[in-house]
């Protein structure tokens, strides 16, 4: 996605709109904002022009002599247009296909996906008037989002709040993403495990789980029905994915057995602990013991047992090594009877553990290495998503 156009109508959530305009930019997206008139007494054009770079428009009209027609300047090589928030009055007008201000007009004459994010009072939002206009939208294609329930700025309880600006990021970036995963059950995995020695302590790893997760949530993008089984991290859930929380090695080997039959993908991104204490104390242990030797036992090897079963599901690793990345990745991927690993050396700076960066190389069967340059996890998962749809197809 190159360029949204944000209406922006008259509701008093327009105040976080420069918020949803601000995901975007820093996305590298161009950002056009167009207000209504109504919009434009909640927040100025001047904020938004701020923030986008790009001159905001109210009216119609030009005031410039020899300006093009400016809904279809504005609409020009647009991919999206996100309507939020949109008021009962321009869901109305959208329905009826009126066209009586800019925004009314840029909807009519867009060609991209439209994205509309109603906000209203309870009653409005329950009015057959309303539900008839929004069920209407949905049956033309508009990507309609569901409000959130909470306290409106009317002061009452009930459904038609604004939902929080990420999640509107991200439905308006599901709308726009190809949908090369539509339908398929996909397993992901993220996170350490926690392996316990007595209530207050354990072996674990850094893992963060932001690779599992991004790649849950760009699988869920993409249209995949996607199980996440994580370990403990502070990560939001992903919109529409099942998350099964699990602390051990055990408890995740349970939870993936459990939801491997009914999978067609794997991504095993979890940072699985190897070993666990073999004895795991009830009570907390106490400082005396310190000189004590602790006995480990090793956890089952959830990849290399999936491995055996595989069939024709499809299975990714992960491997974090120090060193002879690749030629370790590679006995990996055979061992494991893996159709892709993905590999980083946790020596190399902005690589692995807690960071948001990584620089992996793709090792497929047939042994080819590709090396892929340092990038942000959340574009990296697509990227392996791009290379796995190919695994699908053939
Ligand atoms: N893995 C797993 N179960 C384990 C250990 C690892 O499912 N008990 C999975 C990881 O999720 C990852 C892949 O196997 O996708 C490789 O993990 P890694 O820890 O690098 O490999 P190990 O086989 O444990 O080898 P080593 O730790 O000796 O490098």
Known sequence: M????IGVTGGIAAYKIPELARLFVRGGIDVQVVLTPAA???????TFQTLTGNPVYVEMYGDRTGERVRHVELLEKADLMVIAPATANTIGKMALGLADNLISTLYLAADCPVVVIPSMNVNMFRHPAVVAN?????????HVMDPDEGELACGVYGSGRMPETYDIFNFARRAVMTKDYQGIEVLVTAG?????LDPVRYISNPSTGLMGYSLARALSDRGAVVTLVSGPTHLRVPTGVKLVSVNTAAEMHEAVLSSFSRCRIVFKAAAVSDFRPAENWDEKVKKEKASMALQLASNPDILLELGKTKDDKILVG???ETENAVQ????????KNLDLIVVNNLKEPGCGFAVSTNRVSLIGRDGEVEEIPMMEKEELAHLILDRTAVLIKN
């Open 2 to 5: 190159k360029k949204v156009i």
């Open 40 to 46: 434009a007494e909640f927040i100025t054009p001047l």
């Open 134 to 142: 929004i069920e209407m939208l949905r049956k033309r294609g508009c």
């Open 192 to 196: 350490p495990t926690r392996e316990p």
């Open 318 to 320: 992960f491997a974090a």
């Open 328 to 335: 370790n990745a590679q006995d990996k991927l055979s061992r």
